[in-house]
């Protein structure tokens, strides 16, 4: 769900578009060309710009949501492809898995920039923040384990066996 709250953006009908849809009557509203197989879309706490990470084009979109115009493109390290992509809760960087890259990188929002980026396992893809925003977790599919990666310093601080094949992780409360 878009920061709107009123549509829904999803990697479209093509293999190089967001299609943007009325969330309650699921119409079409709008299309946005963007790199080569879009997988996730990220957007700015206040809703200003969207972020299309672009897996066969190893590059993320940045895109201006008022005008659903793509206004730059950012290239993610040599063998990156991009598949998951958040934003953090300040709005001040965006955080990408690389698949097959097997990193997870940080761009800073204010220049578009790539500032790091950190090895984490085989064909990360599912990647949450803690909820105090300290840490970052990866589900790493073919490695069957879960790193995490301290966001002040950007290290995989411990590495969690979690069985076959993870693609994503929830994080919650403990109860």
Do not use: C
Not at 80 to 92: N, V
Not at 103 to 118: G, H, W, Y
Request: hydrophobic share 40%; glycine share 12%; net charge positive.
């Amino acid at each position: 769900l878009a920061p709107d709250g009123k549509s829904v953006w999803v990697s479209g009908e093509t293999n190089h578009d967001i299609t943007i849809l009325d969330a309650e009557t699921g119409k079409r509203l709008g299309q946005v060309i963007v790199g080569l197989r879009p997988r996730t879309v990220a957007f700015l706490p206040d809703g200003s710009r969207a972020y299309s990470a672009n897996e066969a084009g190893g590059n993320v979109s940045v895109i201006d949501v008022a005008r659903k115009k793509v206004t730059g493109t950012i290239k993610m390290p040599e063998g990156s492809k991009p598949m998951t992509i958040l934003a953090s809760a300040d709005g001040k960087r965006l955080y990408v898995s690389n698949g097959r890259g097997g990193t997870v990188s940080a761009i800073d929002v204010a220049t578009n920039q790539v500032t790091q980026s950190v090895a984490v396992g085989k064909r990360p893809w599912g990647i949450p923040l803690s909820r105090d925003g300290s840490k970052l977790y990866s589900a790493n599919g073919p490695s069957n384990d879960v790193s995490v990666v301290d966001l002040a310093t950007f290290t995989v601080v411990k590495t969690i066996p979690v069985g076959k094949v993870p693609w994503g992780v929830a994080v919650g409360v403990a109860p």
